[in-house]
Nanobody, 123 residues
Framework: QVQLEESGGGSVQAGGSLRVSCRVL????????ISWFRQAPGKEREFVTG????????RYVDTVKGRFTFSRDSAENTVFLQMNNLKSEDTALYTC????????????????WGLGTQVTVSS
């Protein structure tokens, strides 16, 4: 059974930075596709970034390219989302998810989800 535990959200002013973490329990990172999603109030959940550990990864949604960075610590079985130059439109509940390995993380069928961590950016 795969379990995902997020941490590190919070409140920050526009232009600031935050790093959120997702500890993956139950499976080694490299066996699954791992991604970050976010959902703002009144909006649909969207893919932010993810990795299937190939040369093309990680993938990013266009709105965060150049500002957000996906990384991992294999020893800790944890992935991170470093968010720089945050904007008010980045305010959302950020959730990590795992899927059985899929070449493109944007099209994976995510079966396992964390509870999420709130990120609030004030302008």
């Amino acid at each position: 059974q795969v379990q995902l535990e997020e941490s590190g959200g919070g409140s920050v002013q526009a232009g600031g930075s935050l790093r959120v973490s997702c500890r993956v329990l139950g499976v080694p990172l490299g066996y699954y596709t791992i991604s970050w999603f976010r959902q703002a109030p009144g909006k649909e959940r969207e893919f932010v970034t993810g990795s299937s550990w190939t040369a093309e990864d990680p993938r990013y949604v266009d709105t965060v390219k150049g500002r957000f960075t996906f990384s991992r610590d294999s020893a800790e079985n944890t992935v991170f989302l470093q968010m720089n130059n945050l904007k008010s439109e980045d305010t959302a509940l950020y959730t990590c998810a795992a899927a059985h390995w899929t070449l493109d993380p944007r099209s994976a069928d995510y079966k396992f989800w964390g509870l999420g961590t709130q990120v609030t950016v004030s302008s």
